[in-house]
């Protein structure tokens, strides 16, 4: 019985490890996302997930962040909005690059006020 025990163990165990590191290897490649993970992505931007809508400030800046997009992993599409502007940004390990600049819509709302005719 023991006999039988030690050896499911011998087996189950480093096949449970080797997962385990190939999991975290992974993660750490960029290839799989942890759920709700807000830290440091592959390229040292932050990793928002895959299309999250987030239309939050950015410490305070003026910067808004918009939205993000994963293309590949490590690299990722950014919706930002800052001094009247959106602004489409592309992020990958060589770096940043500005991708389109537009001014901020105009909501047609504020537009269509009252005349009524």
């Known amino acids: ?9 011998a087996v189950a165990l480093p096949i449970v ?3 385990a590191v190939a999991s975290l290897w992974a993660v750490r490649r960029g ?10 992505g592959p390229s040292g931007f932050p990793a928002f997930g895959k299309g999250r809508i987030l239309a939050r400030p950015v410490d305070g800046t003026g910067l808004e962040l ?29 770096g940043l690059a500005l991708l389109s600049a537009q001014p901020l819509p105009v ?11």
């Open 1 to 9: 019985m023991i006999g039988e025990f030690l050896l499911r163990l």
């Open 66 to 94: 918009v939205a993000t997009r994963g293309i590949q992993p490590g690299i990722q599409l950014l919706l930002l909005r800052h001094a009247g502007q959106e602004l489409l940004v592309g992020v990958s390990p060589q």
């Open 17 to 19: 490890l080797l997962l």
């Open 31 to 40: 290839w799989l996302r942890l759920p709700g993970a807000n830290g440091p």
């Open 107 to 117: 909501a047609a709302s504020s537009t269509d006020k009252g005349d009524g005719a």
